[in-house]
């Protein structure tokens, strides 16, 4: 069992930047590939990033290359999501996904945090 823990959202204005972070639970963090996730109010759940278990493999959203990074540090089994010229329909609920991997299909992820709340105002 991996439990997922999100930080980092808020309330911030078009054009600026947010870092959210996962902390994961488990001593064997480095060996799942992480993804980031996103769900806005009365829409899907869609894929934003995901990066394989060594960082070695980096996945985005056409949504969001070019303006978020994601990385990981397996000595603190954090995983981030740095958005930068966020926009309005950035608004979401973003959760960090742990699984075996490196996908956008949300079925391929074992374990999901509860989510923090991104808001974009224009």
């Known amino acids: 069992q991996v439990q997922l823990v999100e930080s980092g959202g808020g309330l911030v204005q078009a054009g600026g930047s947010l870092r959210l972070s996962c902390a994961a639970s488990?001593?064997?963090?480095?060996?799942?590939?992480m993804g980031w996730f996103r769900q806005a109010p009365g829409k899907e759940r869609e894929f934003v990033a995901a990066?394989?278990?060594?960082?070695?493999?980096?996945r985005y959203a056409d949504s969001a290359k070019g303006r978020f990074t994601i990385s990981r540090d397996n000595a603190t089994n954090t995983v981030n999501l740095q958005m930068s010229n966020l926009k309005p329909e950035d608004t979401a609920v973003y959760s960090c996904?742990?699984?075996?991997?490196?996908?956008?299909?949300?079925?391929?992820?074992?374990?999901w945090g509860q989510g923090t709340q991104v808001t974009v105002s224009s």
């Open positions: 996904a742990a699984g075996s991997v490196v996908a956008a299909g949300s079925s391929y992820y074992d374990y």
């Open positions: 990066i394989s278990w060594n960082g070695g493999v980096r």
């Open positions: 488990r001593r064997t963090f480095e060996t799942y590939n």
